[in-house]
């Protein structure tokens, strides 16, 4: 689902594999895989409106079975707005 309102923040991966949007209603952020084009995560902010001042990905780097041993994966979320808050989301994990 796309956001019903015009966007006030748009954040990029460093890998490029998601976007993080965030509407001039500022409840929801939504983070979208690039790769498949698909929506996969809602994040609420809050019920009430905000004007989102920013969003980012915080990417992380997690070992992970490959000839260099280490891949660039998502891992928080930060979202700030008008409220004086800043909310972080954990969007993934390393897996064990």
């Known amino acids: 689902m796309v956001h019903t309102h015009p966007l ?3 954040a990029c991966s460093a890998t490029g594999s ?3 949007t965030a509407s001039e209603r500022g409840t929801l952020l939504r983070v979208w895989d690039t790769s498949r084009g698909v929506l996969e995560s809602e994040l609420r902010r809050g019920v009430d ?3 989102i001042w920013g969003v980012l990905f915080e ?3 997690f070992p992970v079975d490959r000839r260099d041993g280490m891949r660039r994966k998502g891992g928080r979320v930060v979202g700030w707005s008008d409220k004086g808050t800043v909310h ?3 969007t993934t994990k390393p897996k064990q």
């Open 49 to 51: 409106r905000a004007e």
């Open 59 to 61: 990417d992380s780097i």
């Open 18 to 20: 998601h976007l993080l």
């Open 88 to 90: 972080v989301w954990e």
């Open 8 to 10: 006030s923040s748009l």
